[in-house]
Protein backbone atom coordinates (compact mmCIF):
# COMPACT_ATOMS: atom_id res chain seq x y z
CA UNK A 1 0.00 0.00 0.00
CA UNK A 2 1.47 3.25 -0.89
CA UNK A 3 1.19 5.86 1.54
CA UNK A 4 1.61 9.60 0.95
CA UNK A 5 3.64 11.80 3.21
CA UNK A 6 3.32 15.49 4.05
CA UNK A 7 6.02 18.17 2.69
CA UNK A 8 7.78 18.92 6.32
CA UNK A 9 7.51 21.80 7.70
CA UNK A 10 10.04 22.28 10.06
CA UNK A 11 12.43 24.53 9.87
CA UNK A 12 12.75 27.43 7.12
CA UNK A 13 12.97 26.95 3.28
CA UNK A 14 16.46 28.92 2.05
CA UNK A 15 15.18 30.98 -0.60
CA UNK A 16 16.74 29.77 -3.90
CA UNK A 17 19.90 30.85 -5.69
CA UNK A 18 17.67 33.16 -8.58
CA UNK A 19 15.60 34.38 -6.03
CA UNK A 20 18.04 35.66 -3.57
CA UNK A 21 20.11 37.25 -6.56
CA UNK A 22 16.84 38.84 -7.53
CA UNK A 23 16.82 40.39 -3.74
CA UNK A 24 20.77 41.09 -3.85
CA UNK A 25 19.81 42.96 -7.01
CA UNK A 26 17.03 45.20 -6.10
CA UNK A 27 19.14 46.25 -2.94
CA UNK A 28 21.45 47.42 -4.75
CA UNK A 29 19.61 49.14 -6.67
CA UNK A 30 17.44 50.43 -4.16
CA UNK A 31 21.01 51.86 -2.69
CA UNK A 32 21.74 53.46 -5.81
CA UNK A 33 18.92 55.38 -6.42
CA UNK A 34 18.40 56.24 -2.51
CA UNK A 35 22.11 57.92 -3.25
CA UNK A 36 22.21 59.17 -6.03
CA UNK A 37 19.12 61.22 -5.30
CA UNK A 38 20.83 62.44 -2.22
CA UNK A 39 23.60 63.62 -3.89
CA UNK A 40 21.70 65.43 -6.60
CA UNK A 41 19.21 67.07 -3.71
CA UNK A 42 21.11 66.37 -0.43
CA UNK A 43 16.60 67.41 1.32
CA UNK A 44 16.45 63.63 0.15
CA UNK A 45 17.54 63.11 3.61
CA UNK A 46 15.64 65.46 5.63
CA UNK A 47 13.85 63.63 8.60
CA UNK A 48 10.56 64.70 7.29
CA UNK A 49 11.48 63.54 4.10
CA UNK A 50 12.29 60.06 5.35
CA UNK A 51 9.29 59.82 8.06
CA UNK A 52 7.40 60.39 4.88
CA UNK A 53 8.87 57.07 2.72
CA UNK A 54 8.94 54.90 5.25
CA UNK A 55 5.08 55.83 5.96
CA UNK A 56 4.13 55.45 2.36
CA UNK A 57 6.43 52.82 1.86
CA UNK A 58 4.64 50.38 4.49
CA UNK A 59 1.12 51.83 3.27
CA UNK A 60 2.24 50.35 -0.12
CA UNK A 61 4.14 47.52 1.47
CA UNK A 62 0.76 46.27 2.47
CA UNK A 63 -1.00 45.56 -0.60
CA UNK A 64 1.93 44.23 -2.43
CA UNK A 65 2.04 41.59 0.30
CA UNK A 66 -1.30 40.77 -0.92
CA UNK A 67 -0.85 41.29 -4.48
CA UNK A 68 2.85 39.17 -4.28
CA UNK A 69 0.68 36.06 -2.47
CA UNK A 70 -1.66 36.25 -5.48
CA UNK A 71 1.03 36.10 -8.01
CA UNK A 72 2.43 33.55 -6.47
CA UNK A 73 0.02 31.10 -7.20
CA UNK A 74 0.28 32.39 -10.61
CA UNK A 75 -2.69 34.79 -10.81
CA UNK A 76 -3.15 38.61 -10.97
CA UNK A 77 -5.42 40.96 -8.64
CA UNK A 78 -6.13 44.02 -10.82
CA UNK A 79 -9.53 44.77 -8.32
CA UNK A 80 -6.85 45.84 -5.39
CA UNK A 81 -6.81 49.96 -5.85
CA UNK A 82 -10.68 49.83 -6.03
CA UNK A 83 -10.95 47.47 -2.77
CA UNK A 84 -9.27 50.46 -1.30
CA UNK A 85 -11.20 52.83 -2.70
CA UNK A 86 -14.31 50.72 -0.99
CA UNK A 87 -12.80 50.22 2.25
CA UNK A 88 -11.40 53.73 2.52
CA UNK A 89 -14.60 55.85 1.17
CA UNK A 90 -17.24 53.42 3.32
CA UNK A 91 -15.16 53.68 6.69
CA UNK A 92 -15.76 57.37 7.15
CA UNK A 93 -19.49 57.21 5.64
CA UNK A 94 -20.06 54.30 8.38
CA UNK A 95 -18.39 56.40 10.84
CA UNK A 96 -19.07 59.78 10.16
CA UNK A 97 -22.41 59.90 8.48
CA UNK A 98 -24.00 56.76 10.57
CA UNK A 99 -22.37 57.23 13.35
CA UNK A 100 -21.28 53.60 13.68
CA UNK A 101 -18.61 52.63 16.66
CA UNK A 102 -15.20 51.83 14.96
CA UNK A 103 -15.52 48.37 16.75
CA UNK A 104 -18.49 47.31 13.94
CA UNK A 105 -17.33 49.50 11.20
CA UNK A 106 -13.61 47.54 10.74
CA UNK A 107 -14.77 44.15 11.12
CA UNK A 108 -17.83 45.31 8.96
CA UNK A 109 -15.45 46.14 6.28
CA UNK A 110 -13.22 43.12 7.12
CA UNK A 111 -16.23 41.30 6.27
CA UNK A 112 -16.94 42.35 3.10
CA UNK A 113 -13.24 42.42 1.90
CA UNK A 114 -13.06 38.38 2.64
CA UNK A 115 -16.77 38.11 1.15
CA UNK A 116 -14.94 39.48 -2.51
CA UNK A 117 -11.48 37.53 -1.94
CA UNK A 118 -13.80 34.75 -1.75
CA UNK A 119 -16.03 35.51 -4.61
CA UNK A 120 -12.36 35.85 -6.63
CA UNK A 121 -11.21 32.22 -5.25
CA UNK A 122 -14.37 30.48 -6.11
CA UNK A 123 -14.88 32.29 -9.73
CA UNK A 124 -11.28 31.05 -10.37
CA UNK A 125 -11.13 27.70 -9.07
CA UNK A 126 -14.93 25.90 -9.46
CA UNK A 127 -15.70 28.61 -12.59
CA UNK A 128 -12.32 28.19 -14.21
CA UNK A 129 -12.57 32.10 -15.25
CA UNK A 130 -9.79 33.84 -15.82
CA UNK A 131 -7.81 35.75 -12.67
CA UNK A 132 -7.52 38.31 -15.14
CA UNK A 133 -11.24 38.83 -15.95
CA UNK A 134 -12.72 38.06 -12.85
CA UNK A 135 -10.64 41.03 -10.78
CA UNK A 136 -10.97 43.49 -13.88
CA UNK A 137 -14.41 43.13 -13.40
CA UNK A 138 -13.81 43.46 -10.00
CA UNK A 139 -11.77 46.83 -10.36
CA UNK A 140 -15.00 48.01 -11.78
CA UNK A 141 -17.79 46.53 -9.96
CA UNK A 142 -16.02 47.76 -6.35
CA UNK A 143 -15.29 51.14 -7.14
CA UNK A 144 -18.96 51.66 -8.55
CA UNK A 145 -20.69 50.65 -5.65
CA UNK A 146 -18.34 53.07 -3.88
CA UNK A 147 -19.33 55.98 -5.71
CA UNK A 148 -23.00 54.63 -5.63
CA UNK A 149 -22.95 53.97 -2.04
CA UNK A 150 -21.38 57.28 -0.89
CA UNK A 151 -23.21 59.11 -3.72
CA UNK A 152 -19.77 59.97 -5.18
CA UNK A 153 -19.27 62.86 -2.61
CA UNK A 154 -16.21 63.12 -0.62
CA UNK A 155 -15.94 61.19 2.62
CA UNK A 156 -14.37 62.57 6.18
CA UNK A 157 -13.89 61.57 9.17
CA UNK A 158 -13.90 65.01 11.20
CA UNK A 159 -13.11 65.28 14.03
CA UNK A 160 -12.54 62.55 16.59
CA UNK A 161 -11.57 58.75 16.13
CA UNK A 162 -8.02 59.71 17.61
CA UNK A 163 -7.77 56.44 18.67
CA UNK A 164 -8.28 55.19 15.01
CA UNK A 165 -6.31 57.53 13.14
CA UNK A 166 -3.11 56.68 15.24
CA UNK A 167 -2.96 53.17 13.43
CA UNK A 168 -1.58 55.67 10.53
CA UNK A 169 -0.54 58.65 11.75
CA UNK A 170 0.47 58.00 14.73
CA UNK A 171 4.49 57.71 15.76
CA UNK A 172 5.33 55.68 18.55
CA UNK A 173 9.08 56.27 19.17
CA UNK A 174 11.87 57.56 17.35
CA UNK A 175 14.85 56.55 16.36
CA UNK A 176 18.82 58.51 16.87
CA UNK A 177 20.25 59.00 13.16
CA UNK A 178 23.79 60.63 13.76
CA UNK A 179 25.33 63.64 11.57
CA UNK A 180 22.19 62.98 9.19
CA UNK A 181 21.23 66.71 9.42
CA UNK A 182 24.54 68.01 8.67
CA UNK A 183 24.29 65.82 5.41
CA UNK A 184 21.04 66.84 4.71
CA UNK A 185 20.96 70.47 6.24
CA UNK A 186 24.81 71.29 6.52
CA UNK A 187 25.72 69.82 3.31
CA UNK A 188 28.50 67.85 5.75
CA UNK A 189 28.57 70.67 7.78
CA UNK A 190 27.74 71.17 10.94
CA UNK A 191 26.32 74.56 10.06
CA UNK A 192 23.09 75.32 8.22
CA UNK A 193 23.69 78.74 6.28
CA UNK A 194 20.22 81.20 5.35
CA UNK A 195 20.73 81.35 1.45
CA UNK A 196 19.46 85.05 1.64
CA UNK A 197 20.90 85.94 5.11
CA UNK A 198 24.49 84.08 4.93
CA UNK A 199 23.64 83.92 9.36
CA UNK A 200 25.02 80.41 10.32
CA UNK A 201 22.93 77.76 12.76
CA UNK A 202 24.40 75.24 14.52
CA UNK A 203 22.98 71.43 13.89
CA UNK A 204 22.18 69.05 15.74
CA UNK A 205 24.90 65.86 15.82
CA UNK A 206 21.50 63.93 16.28
CA UNK A 207 18.90 63.89 14.46
CA UNK A 208 15.51 61.76 15.64
CA UNK A 209 13.36 59.82 13.01
CA UNK A 210 9.83 59.43 14.15
CA UNK A 211 8.84 55.86 13.08
CA UNK A 212 5.35 56.09 11.96
CA UNK A 213 2.40 53.26 13.25
CA UNK A 214 2.06 52.08 9.86
CA UNK A 215 5.83 50.47 9.45
CA UNK A 216 5.22 48.56 12.74
CA UNK A 217 1.59 47.18 11.35
CA UNK A 218 3.53 46.74 7.63
CA UNK A 219 6.75 44.74 9.71
CA UNK A 220 3.96 42.59 11.68
CA UNK A 221 2.56 41.21 8.47
CA UNK A 222 5.35 41.09 6.66
CA UNK A 223 6.70 39.21 9.68
CA UNK A 224 3.83 37.34 9.86
CA UNK A 225 3.40 36.54 5.93
CA UNK A 226 7.13 34.99 6.13
CA UNK A 227 6.43 32.65 8.68
CA UNK A 228 3.46 31.47 6.63
CA UNK A 229 5.62 30.88 3.37
CA UNK A 230 8.59 29.57 4.52
CA UNK A 231 7.95 27.59 7.96
CA UNK A 232 4.36 26.06 7.61
CA UNK A 233 3.15 23.29 5.30
CA UNK A 234 0.32 25.60 3.84
CA UNK A 235 2.90 27.71 2.50
CA UNK A 236 4.72 25.24 0.67
CA UNK A 237 1.76 24.44 -0.79
CA UNK A 238 1.30 27.39 -2.25
CA UNK A 239 4.41 27.98 -4.11
CA UNK A 240 3.97 24.02 -5.39
CA UNK A 241 0.70 25.78 -6.39
CA UNK A 242 2.66 28.09 -8.54
CA UNK A 243 5.55 26.17 -9.83
CA UNK A 244 2.87 23.32 -11.17
CA UNK A 245 -0.37 22.88 -10.26
CA UNK A 246 -1.07 19.95 -11.81
CA UNK A 247 1.74 18.05 -9.79
CA UNK A 248 0.67 19.67 -6.64
CA UNK A 249 -2.84 18.49 -6.96
CA UNK A 250 -1.86 14.77 -7.80
CA UNK A 251 0.52 15.10 -4.66
CA UNK A 252 -2.65 15.53 -2.40
CA UNK A 253 -2.52 19.56 -2.80
CA UNK A 254 -5.94 21.14 -2.10
CA UNK A 255 -5.22 23.14 -5.04
CA UNK A 256 -8.64 25.08 -4.90
CA UNK A 257 -8.23 26.01 -1.42
CA UNK A 258 -5.14 27.31 -1.25
CA UNK A 259 -5.87 29.80 -4.51
CA UNK A 260 -8.99 30.86 -2.58
CA UNK A 261 -7.04 31.73 0.48
CA UNK A 262 -4.33 33.82 -1.69
CA UNK A 263 -7.07 36.12 -2.69
CA UNK A 264 -8.54 36.27 0.36
CA UNK A 265 -5.73 37.14 2.02
CA UNK A 266 -4.75 39.76 -0.80
CA UNK A 267 -8.40 41.51 -0.33
CA UNK A 268 -8.03 41.61 3.57
CA UNK A 269 -4.82 43.09 2.85
CA UNK A 270 -6.18 45.44 0.46
CA UNK A 271 -9.18 46.50 2.96
CA UNK A 272 -6.73 46.66 5.91
CA UNK A 273 -4.74 49.70 3.65
CA UNK A 274 -7.34 51.26 2.27
CA UNK A 275 -8.74 52.11 5.84
CA UNK A 276 -4.87 52.94 6.74
CA UNK A 277 -5.09 55.15 3.67
CA UNK A 278 -8.00 57.04 4.47
CA UNK A 279 -7.16 57.30 8.28
CA UNK A 280 -3.92 59.19 6.64
CA UNK A 281 -5.27 61.95 4.74
CA UNK A 282 -8.84 62.13 6.86
CA UNK A 283 -10.99 61.65 3.82
CA UNK A 284 -11.48 59.64 0.76
CA UNK A 285 -13.16 60.67 -2.77
CA UNK A 286 -14.29 57.65 -4.16
CA UNK A 287 -13.98 58.29 -7.81
CA UNK A 288 -10.47 58.35 -7.49
CA UNK A 289 -8.75 57.34 -4.00
CA UNK A 290 -6.96 54.16 -4.41
CA UNK A 291 -6.56 55.02 -8.61
CA UNK A 292 -3.87 52.19 -9.18
CA UNK A 293 -2.78 51.31 -6.38
CA UNK A 294 -2.74 47.86 -7.65
CA UNK A 295 -0.11 48.79 -10.18
CA UNK A 296 2.26 49.55 -7.68
CA UNK A 297 1.25 46.57 -5.63
CA UNK A 298 2.01 44.77 -8.37
CA UNK A 299 4.82 46.51 -9.71
CA UNK A 300 6.46 45.99 -5.64
CA UNK A 301 6.65 42.42 -6.14
CA UNK A 302 7.59 41.59 -9.27
CA UNK A 303 10.50 44.26 -8.83
CA UNK A 304 10.90 42.28 -5.42
CA UNK A 305 11.39 38.91 -7.17
CA UNK A 306 7.97 37.65 -7.45
CA UNK A 307 7.60 35.77 -10.75
CA UNK A 308 4.64 36.55 -12.86
CA UNK A 309 4.93 32.48 -13.98
CA UNK A 310 4.13 31.70 -10.29
CA UNK A 311 6.15 29.74 -7.71
CA UNK A 312 8.61 32.08 -6.84
CA UNK A 313 9.40 35.57 -4.76
CA UNK A 314 10.29 36.33 -0.91
CA UNK A 315 8.66 38.91 1.17
CA UNK A 316 11.63 40.43 2.13
CA UNK A 317 12.02 41.45 -1.87
CA UNK A 318 8.58 42.75 -1.39
CA UNK A 319 9.54 45.39 1.32
CA UNK A 320 12.90 45.96 -1.33
CA UNK A 321 10.50 46.54 -4.40
CA UNK A 322 8.08 48.48 -2.38
CA UNK A 323 10.42 50.79 -0.82
CA UNK A 324 12.39 51.28 -3.87
CA UNK A 325 8.80 52.16 -5.86
CA UNK A 326 8.86 54.73 -3.20
CA UNK A 327 12.07 56.11 -3.45
CA UNK A 328 11.70 56.62 -7.31
CA UNK A 329 8.50 58.37 -6.93
CA UNK A 330 10.06 60.53 -3.92
CA UNK A 331 13.32 61.05 -6.69
CA UNK A 332 10.86 62.13 -9.56
CA UNK A 333 9.34 64.99 -7.22
CA UNK A 334 12.34 65.88 -5.77
CA UNK A 335 14.59 66.40 -8.47
CA UNK A 336 12.10 68.55 -10.89
CA UNK A 337 11.26 65.59 -13.33
CA UNK A 338 7.56 66.31 -14.56
CA UNK A 339 5.26 64.03 -12.33
CA UNK A 340 3.58 63.12 -15.40
CA UNK A 341 5.95 60.84 -16.14
CA UNK A 342 5.56 59.01 -12.84
CA UNK A 343 3.03 56.17 -14.19
CA UNK A 344 5.64 55.76 -16.95
CA UNK A 345 8.43 55.22 -14.60
CA UNK A 346 5.98 51.91 -13.09
CA UNK A 347 5.47 50.59 -16.42
CA UNK A 348 9.19 50.69 -16.98
CA UNK A 349 9.89 48.98 -13.77
CA UNK A 350 7.02 46.35 -14.53
CA UNK A 351 8.90 45.83 -17.61
CA UNK A 352 12.23 45.57 -16.50
CA UNK A 353 11.11 43.04 -13.86
CA UNK A 354 9.88 40.75 -16.51
CA UNK A 355 12.34 41.18 -18.77
CA UNK A 356 14.81 40.62 -16.11
CA UNK A 357 12.88 37.53 -14.13
CA UNK A 358 12.51 35.58 -18.08
CA UNK A 359 16.59 36.27 -18.83
CA UNK A 360 17.65 34.52 -15.18
CA UNK A 361 15.00 31.61 -15.98
CA UNK A 362 16.86 30.83 -19.41
CA UNK A 363 19.92 31.48 -17.77
CA UNK A 364 19.47 28.94 -15.25
CA UNK A 365 17.61 26.57 -17.70
CA UNK A 366 20.84 27.05 -19.80
CA UNK A 367 22.71 25.83 -16.51
CA UNK A 368 21.17 23.13 -16.04
CA UNK A 369 21.19 21.57 -19.27
CA UNK A 370 24.71 22.17 -19.00
CA UNK A 371 25.18 20.18 -15.95
CA UNK A 372 22.92 17.28 -17.52
CA UNK A 373 21.29 14.88 -15.40
Not at 133 to 153: K, P
Not at 199 to 215: H, Y
Not at 315 to 327: C, E, I, N, P, S
Request: aromatic share 8%.
Amino acid sequence: MITRSEPRARGAAPLLPDARRKVLGVLWLLVVVSLATAMMNNRFLLADNLENLIRRTALFGILSVGAGLVIMTGGIDLSIGSVVALAGSLLPWLLAVHKWPAALAVPLLLGIALCIGLAHGLLITKLRLQPFVVTLCGLLLYRGTARGITGDLTQGFGVGHESLRYLSVGTPFSIPVPFLSWIAEGGFSPYAVNPFTGARTRLDVITWIDVPMPFLLFLAIVIATSVFLRRTVYGRYLMALGRNEQAARYSGVNTDAMTILAYVLCALLSCFGGMLFALEVNSAQPVDFGNFYELYAIAAAVLGGFSLRGGEGSVLGVVLGTALMQVLRNAINMLGVPTQIEYAVIGAVILSGVVVDELVRRYAAGRRKLAGP
